[in-house]
């Protein structure tokens, strides 16, 4: 079973920065893609950010220009850094990796921005 360790969420105001990590159990070499989604109190898990294994990345537009998903190869790990934080960025935030055509999900880290 393949296990996903989010980390970084917090609080912090609006306009602030948070940086998120995900620790995948296997190489990151293994993952074809890595998501990283966030799910708003009454509202569906939304796809925020996704790397594929070539490094191609792709964002919501909502996010765009403001998160950054990137990857550690040395340290395997997966990051998403969030800048300029808005309160409707306030979510729990998972990261998915999908292997083999098979999603696997974190528990997620909660994400407030207060305003």
């Known amino acids: 079973q393949v296990q996903l360790v989010e980390s970084g969420g917090g609080l912090v105001q609006a306009g602030g920065s948070l940086r998120l990590s995900c620790a995948p159990s296997?190489?990151?070499?293994?993952?074809?893609?890595m998501d990283w989604y966030r799910q708003a109190p009454g509202k569906q898990r939304e796809l925020v950010a996704t790397m594929t294994s070539d490094g191609t990345t792709d964002y919501a537009d909502s996010v765009k220009g403001r998160f950054t998903i990137a990857k550690d190869n040395a340290k395997n790990m997966v990051y998403l850094q969030m800048n300029s934080l808005k309160p409707e960025d306030t979510a729990v935030y998972y990261c998915?990796?999908?292997?083999?055509?098979?999603?696997?999900w974190g528990q997620g880290t909660q994400v407030t921005v207060s305003s």
């Open positions: 998915n990796a999908l292997i083999a055509f098979i999603s696997h």
């Open positions: 296997i190489s990151i070499f293994s993952i074809n893609r």
